[in-house]
């Protein structure tokens, strides 16, 4: 019995987690879906500039292969590091 009130703080905290991680990549969505003018699910440095700065200042650092754009999932994937 004397787990039951860690169990019940783990749950509580991974809720709050979950939701808090919800958020974010709520915002991230909405920032990206602003910021991709041509809405082709990909940010190119140019339109980053343009609306997500802090992406733009690391581009290179998410642009791993060179693309030359950044994708929505990888964005998420560096904001979730």
């Not at 709050?16 to 709520?26: A, F, G, I, R, T």
């Not at 991230?28 to 990909?42: H, P, S, T, V, W």
Request: proline residues 2%; glycine residues 4%.
């Amino acid at each position: 019995m004397k787990f039951l009130p860690i169990f019940v703080a783990f749950l509580l905290s991974s809720g709050v987690v979950h939701s808090q991680e919800s958020s974010l990549d709520k915002e991230i969505d909405q920032r990206f879906a602003l910021a991709d003018k041509n809405k082709d699910g990909k940010l190119t440095l140019a339109e980053a500039k343009e609306g997500m700065p802090r992406i733009a200042s690391n581009f290179s650092r998410i642009d791993v292969q060179n693309k030359g754009y950044v994708t929505l999932a990888e964005i998420k994937a560096m904001a979730n590091r």
